[in-house]
């Protein structure tokens, strides 16, 4: 079942330990994932301490299997942009020495 994307629904990600990881959607469909795992919303704290941000694709939102279970507003509209991010990708040179 599909719902309707907001800014600020808080997601319910399933974990295989049983227990779920939480993340609040910010701008440009990204996720603050809350440092804190948990069995239920009821018992994630009112604080906003993440471990990460990451971005998602639209479908992840929408397929039902992360379920919204919260809002949490944003102070302003700055605010709901999440920090500066980037993606680093290192290129290592290799040299292969066959013998024979």
Not at 56 to 71: C, E, F, H, P, S
Request: aromatic share 14%.
């Amino acid at each position: 079942m599909e719902h309707r994307i907001k800014i600020r629904n808080v997601y319910e990600i399933p974990l295989p330990d049983g227990t779920n990881a939480y993340g609040r959607l910010y701008k440009e469909y990204t996720l603050a994932i809350y440092s804190t795992r948990a069995y239920s919303y009821n018992e994630l704290p009112n604080t906003e301490e993440y471990q990460c941000f990451i971005g998602v694709y639209k479908d992840l939102l929408t397929d039902g299997k992360w379920k919204v279970v919260g809002k949490r507003a944003f102070v302003n509209e700055e605010d709901a942009w999440s920090p500066p991010q980037c993606v680093v990708l290192l290129m290592v040179k290799v040299h292969y020495i066959i013998k024979v």
